[in-house]
Each structure stands twice: as structure tokens, then as C-alpha cells.
């Protein structure tokens, strides 16, 4: 069967070049081959950088107020192609259309941050700094930057890039996760009826290679990533051993700290919702709940009644909440996992490995699972599962679910869920996390401040979007002037003082 074939997006079009290589895009709740996409090789890569490279240097002349309009007709017409993008996203991912428009209200945000560019890129004057002297300091772009990124949030995730970047005057190239490539190709067609140039926004779909040449390319100044954290590590040492900013965000295992006095209703809608939304494929998914005393015992079968009750399936049912997950290997290791969790001794409340689902018989769906009695040395607590399976670990008190979350290696988000405020403040102040909710169990932050965890969820020093976003995306100059005055006259070999 003839397959269409995802293009690369360069020059503000399709790429026409013929793919030496191309990969597979499935339905995950169907298990069918859907379509194929262009994987680039090197020289296609750096068709991209050079269409880009020009196409930047233009842009960074375009005046800041202009750049701004083509922001807001950008997103506008993002939200008015909403429920179509959303669409798209859930037939390559398979997470609910309506979990898909979610990511697509997210990402709106970033654009209509980075509609405030002339705001946000405004500089800093010391006037009269010496006698006759001005100081100023400006952020210029970078010239080319690069975003790779995962296959859980085909498009929020690059729109946490490249708003920001373009915005500050960058060209950017977006290499997208292979798993769901489609949707980046009609945002970069949206791009083009918003008015941004041609060549300033492009797609270079593919795999390790088209990674690997962006890392080494000259002309490509940044790399901001996001995915799994031995990516991420790789990425960074990579990219930063070619003299690039490298900004690489990794994986996660985020803790629910849940203490006996909290309204245990609300941390069990919030467990449920954030292990299971989206098939607990997202980065800030709660994987493990430290219950404190004796709130397990009473918090356990609230889960499992919540659990009972989640409707697993496509997408294409309206009823669904949870859909499957993005592959049949990632379905199979998942269930591998369950299964030493069982050997390893913790108690499986839920079990979700068995889960048909009618008419889907090859979708690759697995239903929520839920264990108890979990301990740090299993591979269930220690593996990154990006899965629907959460893991609850009995703590004697506050200070051993404190050192549990921060005696991980990941660090990307956490919450806690009591009515003790002296509690929730002192977590907040001593939890070595990145963001910290305190009865709110996805903590992301919005727009107008920046995303990113601490340890092996994040390598490099800036988070993404927000102030974090600008900073990483553009270099400072400051520039001191003296306005010629004769009293400026003479030789002078010491070195410039404020007072001279
Ligand atoms: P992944 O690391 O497998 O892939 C991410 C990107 O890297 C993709 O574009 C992929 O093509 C590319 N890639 C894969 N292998 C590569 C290699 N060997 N060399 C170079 N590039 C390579 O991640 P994924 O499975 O797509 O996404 C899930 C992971 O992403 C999870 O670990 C999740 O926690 C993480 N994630 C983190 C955040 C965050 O903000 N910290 C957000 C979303 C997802």
C-alpha cells in the first residue's frame, strides 16, 4: 500500500527533495500504518540551516512592533484552527481531542507572551555613568536555533520554543518527534498566512541523524530540547562540545507528597487525573504518591474508585478519557514493568495489563494500574514507565516523604496536598524540585514565568519560555558612549574609571 509521505518544511513550502530515508506514523488506538515521514539526511539539514540563515538575517531587521503583528495574526488564527490542529494530534498520538485542544490553549499562551516582544526585549540606560558618558545594554538575537522535540506533546512543547525565539528576531528550525510529526508542518503553513517570511520558521522531520547534524552544524547557535533524560544528556554534551547554548530538558518520576490532614477527596481527583491524563504520558505526571501515616490506607481506595470508573479507548469515542499509548513496544514494556512490580512485592491494586478494547483489538492500550506498597529499590519506582501506572510509597512522616522526593534524580515537578500551611511552606522552601505544587498536582507554570525542573530533568542553565526564554534566546550588548567633549583631551594609559 502506498503510504503519503510528511515533507520537510523549508523555504515556507514543502520540500520536494526525494527522502532517502522515511519512518512509519501509526493510529495507536488501531495499530494501522497511517502514513510515512521524510527522515533528512545531513545535506538536507543544512538545505534547512542555510534557508534559514538568510532568511534570520533579514528577519532580525524586521522592527520589533512588526514582528509583534505577525504574532497576533499567528494566534489568531491558532485559535481559530484549534479543534483541527487538536484533531490531528490525537489521530498520530492518540490522547482525547480534548486533552489535544488542552495542549493547543498552552501553547497559546507562549504566542500571546511573545505578542509582548517589544516590551519584553526593551533595554537598560545608565545615563551620565562619567562625565558625558551613556551606558546601554540591549538583547540582539542569535542568528539560527534549533527545538527537538517529543512525541507527547506534538505541538505545545515546540510552541514553548519558538514564539519566544522568533520573536526576538531568530530563525528556527523545529525537528519534531517522529512519532506524531504531522501537526508541525500545518503550524508552519499558519506561520506563512500569519505573514511570517519565508525560511525564518522550518520543520526537518527525521531521527538521530537530522538531530546529530543540527548538534554539530556552525551555523546553528542554540538547541533547545526536551525528551527522554539520556537524550537530553547526550544533547546537551553534544551541542555544548560545538560551542552552542544548549538547553535540554529530560525526563521525570514526579512525586504527590499527600499528609494525613488533607482533604483527601481533592488529592485523589488530583492523583487520578494527572498519573492517568493523557495515558500518563506527559512530563509533569504525578508516577508516585507519598502517602504520609496513616492517609494511604484511607486515600488507596478512593484511587481505586476513581480508577474503576476512567474510560479507556480511541479517541474517536466521545465517552474516552484515557486513550492508548504511542506504541506497541512502549505498550509491551510497559506491561513488563507491572509485571516485575508484582515480582519485586508491591501489591497491584489496578491492574490495566489485560485491557481490550472491542473493534481495537491491536491499538496499543493498556489500562491504569495502581500499586501499593511500593519501595525505592523496585524498577517501578526507579524507571521513567511514561505510562498510566502509579506507585504509592508508604512514608512514616513529613521528613521521610521530604528526603524520598529529594533523594531522586529527577526533579522536574511536585506537590503536596494538605491543609497545614506551616507544612506546605517548609516543603516548598527545603523540596529540591523545579516546580512545586501545593494542592495543585500539575504545576505548569503559564507563559509570563518560565518551565523547568532542577537534576537530571534539565541540563543547562536556562528554563523554557518566559523571561528564561528571552534571556536564552538572545546575547547582550552594552555599549558605552561618550558624547565628544574637549575636556576629554588627553593621553591617558590607566585603566577607564567612572570618574574620569
Ligand atoms: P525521546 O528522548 O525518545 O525523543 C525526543 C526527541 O529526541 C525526538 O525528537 C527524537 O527524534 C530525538 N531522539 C531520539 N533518540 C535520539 C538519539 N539517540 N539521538 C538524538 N536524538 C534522538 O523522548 P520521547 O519518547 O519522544 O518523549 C518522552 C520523554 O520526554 C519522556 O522522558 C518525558 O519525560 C520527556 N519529556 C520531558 C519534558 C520536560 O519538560 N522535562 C516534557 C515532555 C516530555
Redesign the pocket.
Known amino acids: 500500500m502506498a503510504y503519503p509521505v510528511l515533507p520537510h518544511w523549508i523555504d515556507g513550502k514543502p520540500s520536494t527533495a526525494p527522502a532517502d530515508r522515511v519512518g512509519d506514523i501509526f493510529n495507536p488506538a488501531t495499530g494501522e500504518k497511517i502514513a510515512k515521514v521524510a527522515y533528512a539526511n545531513p545535506g538536507q539539514v543544512d538545505t534547512a540551516v542555510e534557508s534559514a540563515r538568510m532568511a534570520g538575517l533579514a528577519w532580525a531587521q524586521v522592527p520589533v512592533t512588526r514582528r509583534s503583528q505577525v504574532f497576533f495574526r499567528f494566534r489568531s488564527l491558532l485559535a481559530e484552527h484549534a479543534t483541527e490542529l487538536a484533531q490531528m494530534i490525537s489521530k498520530e498520538h492518540g490522547k482525547t481531542v480534548d486533552d489535544a485542544r488542552g495542549e493547543i490553549a498552552r501553547g497559546l499562551e507562549v504566542v500571546e507572551f511573545a505578542c509582548g516582544i517589544p516590551q519584553l526585549l526593551k533595554g537598560e540606560l545608565s545615563a551620565n555613568v562619567s562625565t558625558g558618558v551613556d551606558l546601554t545594554t540591549v538583547r540582539e538575537p542569535l542568528g539560527v536555533v534549533a527545538g527537538?522535540?517529543?512525541?507527547?506533546?506534538p505541538a505545545m512543547?515546540g510552541l514553548w520554543m519558538y514564539p519566544v525565539a522568533i520573536a526576538c528576531g531568530n530563525a528556527f528550525i523545529l525537528?519534531?518527534?517522529?512519532?506524531d510529526p504531522s501537526v508541525a508542518n500545518r503550524i508552519a503553513e499558519l506561520f506563512g498566512e500569519a505573514g511570517l517570511p519565508e525560511g525564518v520558521f522550518s520543520v526537518v522531520h527525521g531521527?538521530?541523524v537530522a538531530?546529530?547534524r543540527l548538534l554539530e552544524h556552525p551555523d546553528v547557535k542554540a538547541i533547545s530540547f526536551?525528551?527522554?533524560?539520556p537524550?537530553a544528556r547526550?544533547?546537551y554534551q553534544t551541542g555544548s562540545q560545538h560551542g552552542k547554548r544548549v538547553q535540554a530538558?529530560?525526563?521525570?518520576k514526579n512525586h504527590m507528597v499527600v499528609l494525613p490532614d488533607a482533604d483527601l477527596e481533592l488529592a485523589a481527583d488530583g492523583a487520578v487525573s494527572a498519573a492517568y491524563g493523557s495515558a500518563g504520558e506527559r512530563?509533569m505526571a504525578i508516577s508516585v504518591v507519598a502517602a504520609v501515616g496513616d492517609s494511604a490506607d484511607r486515600l488507596i481506595p478512593l484511587l481505586k474508585k476513581r480508577i474503576d470508573k476512567l474510560r479507556v479507548g480511541p479517541a474517536s469515542d466521545a465517552e474516552t478519557e484515557m486513550g492508548p499509548v504511542i506504541t506497541l513496544t512502549q505498550r509491551d514494556r510497559i506491561r513488563a514493568l507491572v509485571d516485575e512490580g508484582v515480582e519485586q512485592g508491591a501489591t497491584l491494586v489496578s491492574d490495566g495489563r489485560g485491557l481490550e478494547i472491542p473493534g481495537h483489538e491491536k491499538g496499543f492500550f493498556i489500562g491504569p494500574c495502581l500499586f501499593d506498597e511500593v519501595t525505592p529499590e523496585m524498577s517501578i519506582y526507579q524507571e521513567?514507565i511514561?505510562g498510566p501506572v502509579l506507585c504509592v510509597v508508604r512514608c512514616e512522616d513529613f521528613d521521610s516523604a521530604l528526603a524520598l522526593v529529594n533523594a531522586s534524580p529527577y526533579a522536574?515537578g511536585t506537590a503536596i496536598f494538605t491543609h497545614d500551611g506551616g507544612a506546605a511552606r517548609r516543603f516548598q522552601r527545603e523540596i529540591e524540585v523545579g516546580m512545586v505544587g501545593v494542592n495543585v498536582p500539575i504545576p505548569v507554570p503559564l507563559a509570563f514565568h518560565s518551565?523547568g525542573?532542577w537534576k537530571d530533568?534539565i541540563f543547562g542553565s536556562h528554563g523554557i519560555y518566559g523571561r528564561e526564554g528571552i534571556h536564552f534566546y538572545t546575547r547582550q550588548k552594552v555599549t558605552t558612549t561618550r558624547w565628544p567633549d574637549p575636556s576629554h583631551r588627553g593621553v591617558n594609559l590607566g585603566f577607564p574609571q567612572p570618574d574620569q
Open positions: 527537538i522535540t517529543p512525541f507527547n506533546f512543547v525537528k519534531p518527534s517522529e512519532r531521527d538521530r538531530v546529530e526536551v525528551g527522554s533524560t537524550i547526550h544533547v530538558l529530560g525526563g521525570a512530563c521513567e511514561f522536574n518551565f525542573g530533568s
